[in-house]
């Protein structure tokens, strides 16, 4: 064996030795062009230097010595790409968005249902809201919008938008802000050091804000929302100042400073774009995507999640997946047809495409620069597409043409909707928040409307409440406990807020959430010392709607407030982090008994125990039970929808009845929560909290424990 | 709302008794600003707060049991002496747009009833929280004059802003 060994060890070196400089060859022919074919093989075996592939064309930046970046698979334009090169010539590839542009947007709110409603059940909260823009003239600057918003209030259910450009012949040329940003990027030869290139921005965006603020003054003077669009902060500030109401940015706040802007003003919409890189002038060279759709999508639900964490409301958030804007016309209908995934994000969309150059590029009329009829039926899944706003050029001619298809059957449309079915969710989310004495538990089962979203936004609510106690307490640390509910079982919603977390076993009483943890910490209990002792309130817990702690009522406040607000997401690194309490309701049950002497026995004693179908069904009665009473239980069978339903303390008579029923001494009422109690004898006499709350306090004066019982919160 | 019998025998033990806005969270504010220890409700909201932090019906349900066990007196007994007075409870629907605090004709009706109450009773006038409504609440140690306050003198009809609501004997 050793001997096979090493002869084939020595034929193999003696064959890299002799060939070595052909080896060589190869390697260097492979760094060069990464894969040799066999006729490249055959030179280098003759010893000859290697020809290059057949598909091998010497690019001009040869000069440099290091090869073009340009793979032959096809999939990569050539760089520079000629077509590209000449729409950047024709200046049609020049930052549209640049300009800051003042657009009015006159929003109708038409109710659309798409076609297939026979076999789909309509949603309500299908919306579309149909505005258009049109090029704003100078001369023209002060007739067109009121021609325009005359035109759109006939129709009811039209607006218009107006977008300030040269003239045509000049489109997009000599835009002083698109020169000012191209002399501020990076690749520019006008680098951002350049002090008389930043000398420029600035003059270039004074003047641009004197030339655009006049129009903007105007348009808000016309009593309809007005969206600027512009990505500059210092042009959003002065939009806003103004009384503008929507900012649309094409590069969706990612300009240093812009996302304060609009976080600081309140109420203001913001409409999110998406575009390939943050400079339009590069944004069409060879744009690519690994799936165009997943990749809009994520980053606007980047773009979104980003700006709600700044503060803004999701409800003032419209999308816009950028048609256009760093994108092959294949990207566009692939985008188009992907309308219904970004629809997932739950946003309205916005979708402006009319006059794009794709329609004129697949209507064989380039030179019409899309004419405004082919926009329309493209524009019809946009139309399908619930909630979206669809921006056009031509407004008269869209809303001829979707009174026609609604007459034809095409679509349905309501026009003069007023109330959506997601406002007027969002509307009863605030009446609850603000009624000053209805808790948000109470209020969703009120309303039985105990959803996932709902249980997920009250618990959202607790932590954030949780947190901002935090805040304010210095050095206290926000903890919230988290119970559980029968019909839910979710616990999202908690750990995504920065507090730490609780997550008790089983469902136990209301009042068990707010257990200091000292008191809930296992270990000997009856006569303990520590007991005796006041738990130092170092921590700060909510309940749904209530704090346990020192300031109540603005903690409820707070719960409530944030109840009224979309839940906001943190990335994982800040998630909070959850414990898990099990057995929580032993320790629950062993606490309760340790608030009596440790001599106290109920032996003897029947009592009745009425948990109201609530969270003290299954604690209850053991609590008494382990106390040595005869205990027969009544509404401890909840379904989940039985809460207080003719039982517990807000309804004594069945608690009555089953003390005379069963000959017990005592009934304990409970309510459905368990902070609330009432008492029967075996006469039936009803007992309410002020009675009870008597006798409390004069069998401490009896005891003269008084001046021994300590303040413990 | 709570019954002025409790009041009065806590005063007659020489107990200081506070009275917060109706709610168990208005409650324990007062409880912490002032350091004390039990508060409650007639609605059966009853904090200890030297056994736990917040109103718990077990828990106050236990100290009861332990006050009949340790006294080896029924609760009936507990109270004797203590009689509550009876309540009447009125709900009155408003327009929502009404100021009822700025009614010169309800404010003086009040103080006119109080008059004739001096110390046996009191009236309370309180909006309520969730809904328009305007709850009174009468409140007189003797039954008969209570029932006639109601029946006379005590019509919401008298208050022109409003129609009389439902009417609810809270404890008849």
Redesign the interface.
Known sequence: MRRIIDEQYAIARKLIEDNRDKMHAMASALLEWETIDGEQIDDIMAGKPPRPPKDWTPSASKPSGTNPPVSTDGRRPQWPDPAIDACTQRGLMAPFALVPAVSMLWRARVWLRPHIAARYEPRPSARLTLSAHGNLADSALHDRPRASARDGHRQRDAGFLLRRRPPSGQRRRASPIASAWSARAPTSSTSAANPLGRARTRRACRKRLDRVMPVLEHACKLGVPVSADTSRPEVMRAALALGADIINDVRALRMPGALEVVAAHAGCGVCLMHMLGDDPAVMQQAPAYDDVVADVRSFLHERMLVIQHAGVAKSACVLDPGIGFGKTPEHNWALMQGLDKLLTLGQPLLIGWSRKSMLGALTGRAEERSPARAAWPQRWPACNAARSIVRVHDVAATVDALAVWRRSGLVELAAGGRQTHAPTQRRRWHDATS????SAARWARRRSRLTFCCASAMRWAACFAATAARADGGDRQGHAHLGLHDRVGARSGLSRRPASTSLLSGPI?T??G???DARAAPGPRRGDQRLAQPVPRQRHQV?LG?T???C??TG?WRSRRALGESPQWVDSASLGKARRIDDASGRYIEF??S???HD???RG?K?VIDAAHGA?YH??PD?FHE?GADVVAIGCTPDGLNINDGVG?TAPAALVEAVAEHRAD?G????GD??????V?A?G?V?????????????????GRRSK????? | M??M??EL??RA?D?PLVRAK?????I??EL?AR????????????L????????????????????????GR???Q??QG?S?FPQTLINVRLAPDVDWKANRVLAAEQEAVQRDLADSGRVLIRAS??EPLLRVMVEASDAELAARLRRTGWRAQRWPDAREGQSVDARP
Request: aromatic share 4%.
């Open positions: 009624a000053p004495t209805a009483p009042p068990g707010g257990l200091p309940l209530r346990a702690r020192s109540p009522t409820s309760c008994k608030t009596v002497r106290l026995s109920l004693l009592i003290a604690v209850a609590v106390l303390a005592y304990v009422a409970l309510d368990a902070d609330r109690l009432l008492m004898d006469g006499r007992f309410n909290g002020d009675e009870l709350l008597y006798v409390m306090v004069a069998e401490r004066l009896a005891k019982a300590r303040w413990a919160p | 709570t019954n019998a409790i025998a806590l033990r107990v109706v709610g168990d969270r208005y324990l504010e912490s350091r004390w220890l039990l508060g409650g409700e007639g609605s059966g909201h009853l200890a707060l030297d056994k736990h932090t917040t109103g718990d019906g077990i828990i106050s349900s236990l100290q009861v049991l332990q006050a009949i066990c340790h006294s029924s609760l009936a507990l109270l203590v509550l929280g969730t």
